[in-house]
């Protein structure tokens, strides 16, 4: 079957560092996708992997490994604004369906 | 200014009276969405489209039609509502050459109330 899974609620403080983890089972495998989304808006996109790695991108970074099926999205310098939910997406290259898992809220405190 | 838009942005209808929900995207991408959002059960793609006259089923396909005529528009024909059917509703459209491509941009989603 398909499956994504991710935290479903995370706390941090202000100014640390976060990181939160996706783990998939697809069919098939086309990307792999973070996305923000805070309350009541749609989401925003963040960051793509479709290699093995790490890509960096200001104070967020998104790393996959496809062998583990497992993915995290690094969050640092946090910033009350970063209050929000993550969405982690996989693009399944055999249907090109895209699966969402059901997002992780991450709280900051001050 | 690049943007994919849905209208209505809130409809409340009620149990069988048909409806649409447009989306259009400015920005020539291939492929078009459409998700639904509930609590707890986070994003779930209904319909799909590859291109002009290709479209597919997603993971909720039930109770929804689409049509995709021309690249820019993707409406979602709801033929039947049922309270069921009452949710977030968001669509989304893609690029799909590239390296940075296939990133999602989506509209600014449709509250559904069927009662």
């Known amino acids: 079957g398909q499956n994504i899974d991710q935290p479903t609620e995370m706390t941090a403080t202000e100014g640390a560092i976060v990181q939160i983890n996706c783990t998939y089972q697809?069919?098939?495998?086309?990307?792999l996708f973070w996305y923000q989304q805070h309350a009541g808006e749609a989401p925003t996109f963040l960051s793509y992997?479709?290699?093995?790695g790490l890509e960096e991108k200001g104070r967020f970074s998104s790393f996959l490994s496809r062998s583990k099926g497992y993915s995290y999205l690094l969050l640092k310098e946090l910033q009350m604004k970063d209050s929000a939910s993550y969405l982690c997406?996989?693009?399944?290259?055999?249907?090109?369906?895209?699966?969402f898992g059901k997002g992780t809220r991450l709280h900051i405190l001050p | 200014e690049a943007q994919v838009t849905q209208n209505p942005r809130y409809l409340i209808t009620v149990t069988g009276k048909k409806l649409t929900v447009t989306c259009s995207q400015n920005?020539?991408?291939?492929?078009m969405s459409w998700y639904r959002q509930d609590p707890g059960l986070g994003l779930r793609q209904i319909y799909y489209s590859m291109n002009v006259e290709v479209t597919d089923k997603g993971d909720v396909p039930e109770g929804y039609k689409v049509s995709r005529k021309e690249k820019r528009n993707f409406p979602l024909i709801l033929e039947s509502p049922s309270p069921n059917q009452t949710s977030l509703y968001f669509c989304?459209?893609?690029?799909?050459?590239?390296?940075?491509?296939?990133?999602?941009?989506f509209g600014p989603g449709t509250r559904l109330l069927v009662l």
């Open positions: 992997n479709v290699l093995d």
């Open positions: 920005m020539n991408h291939e492929y």
């Open positions: 997406a996989v693009r399944d290259s055999m249907h090109d369906k895209i699966i």
């Open positions: 697809t069919s098939g495998f086309n990307g």
């Open positions: 989304a459209s893609s690029f799909e050459g590239g390296r940075a491509g296939k990133t999602q941009y």
